[in-house]
């Protein structure tokens, strides 16, 4: 369901956008403001466990369900995998131009899978693979050349966010039967690092990130599903399988530009759900967009 389709699902849960709770000023740093009513009331569509969390970063006010439970992120755990190769190639570890041959055994599952084998890449492209259209051979391939897992989670802990637990590769997940995890709180955390120029990148690494998130193609229907045409959305997505009627992970994180320039962090988890996916997509849609109305009234910070 793209489009017009989504809109009318988006539709049916907007009345619960009318009775939005208000909340005081605050940070990711401290408790939850306010009631979460109206939130549970759009997030109650997907069933399972709901998470969501979004700060306007000028004023740091923001909103949250479920901040501190921890969300099994599947690939939205390639938003620090970026993170740690871009550190690379600033500490001169990883040049963006080598190229790096891609074995037969280096292939992996996945829904939008781009990469042929054998073939050669450079470590640009993987990353533009890993985040556009996230690729997991690509993923599996950058992990090995920056330490692996490890040393995602220990670049996420020195930039002082703790939530987010990075230890398993896309291999790993997949034969493990397992996932990384993370809380809506320590998301926001990350991501307002990201946009505000702290998570130690340099302008222009900064700038790749940034850029390439927004090309991001998968997940069109979640944070961007209902938004105004033409809003800029810098994401990461993650979904997994359904087993059994149940989808683990359906998931998007991001940036939004608002309007006036402003941006504002969101990310939504919906775990456990037995909804089908363009519902799940809708909850997530209907989110962001409440966020997005409540933040494009406020007047600067």
Do not use: C
Not at 40 to 49: E, I
Not at 156 to 180: C, H, K, P, Q
């Amino acid at each position: 369901m793209t489009g017009a389709g989504t809109l009318v699902v988006v539709a049916a849960l907007w009345p619960a956008v009318a009775v939005w709770p208000a909340v005081a000023p605050g940070s990711p740093d401290s408790p939850p403001p306010g009631p979460a009513s109206a939130l549970q009331t759009l997030a109650a569509p997907a069933g399972g466990v709901v998470g969501f969390a979004a700060v306007d970063l000028a004023s740091g006010q923001w909103i949250g369900l479920r901040v501190d439970h921890p969300f099994p992120m599947q690939s939205v755990f390639k938003l620090p995998v970026a993170l740690e190769v871009l550190h690379a190639v600033d500490e001169e570890r990883l040049a963006l131009d080598r190229m790096v041959d891609l074995r037969r055994e280096d292939a992996r599952d996945g829904a939008m899978q781009t990469l042929q084998f054998p073939s050669q890449r450079t470590v640009r492209q993987l990353f533009q693979a890993m985040l556009i259209q996230s690729d997991n051979a690509a993923t599996d391939k950058l992990l090995g050349l920056i330490g692996g897992a490890a040393a995602v989670d220990a670049r996420v802990r020195a930039l002082g966010v703790t939530g987010i637990s990075v230890r398993y590769s896309e291999l790993e997940m997949t034969t493990r039967n397992t996932d990384n995890t993370t809380t809506p709180r320590a998301m926001l955390q990350l991501l307002r690092k990201i946009a505000d120029g702290q998570a130690g990148l340099s302008r222009e690494s900064a700038r790749l990130l940034d850029d390439t998130l927004i090309q991001v193609v998968t997940g069109p229907n979640r944070i961007k599903g209902a938004l105004p045409p033409g809003t800029v959305v810098a994401h990461k997505t993650g979904t997994s399988r359904t087993t059994d009627g149940i989808t683990d992970a359906t998931n998007d994180v991001g940036l939004v530009t608002l309007p006036d320039g402003r941006r504002i962090a969101v990310a939504a988890f919906v775990h456990a759900s037995p909804a089908d996916l363009a519902t799940r997509e809708a909850v997530i849609a209907a989110l962001a967009r409440a966020a997005y109305e409540r933040y494009v009234k406020m007047v600067g910070p």
